[in-house]
């Protein structure tokens, strides 16, 4: 899947709210460049960003953002 695809789903689970989103993708990478996680398959997140990996996430549903419906 292309990057434009995944954000494209990204911003739909954050009824379109760049700001929003982009607060979400640099919270989320931030943990993950301190020691998180990543809640993706290891094989799919093998030479990933931080970022990529926090908008693929949100993208797929398995991470919600708080406040956003």
Not at 10 to 38: I, M
């Amino acid at each position: 899947m292309r990057l434009e695809e995944i954000l494209a789903q990204a911003l739909e689970k954050v009824n379109n709210d760049r700001y929003v989103l982009s607060v979400a993708v640099g919270q989320r990478a931030d943990e993950l460049s301190k020691g998180a996680k990543p809640l993706l398959d290891s094989e799919q997140t093998k030479n990933m960003k931080y970022t990529d990996i926090a908008i693929k996430e949100i993208a797929s549903g398995i991470l919600v953002i708080d406040g956003v419906e």
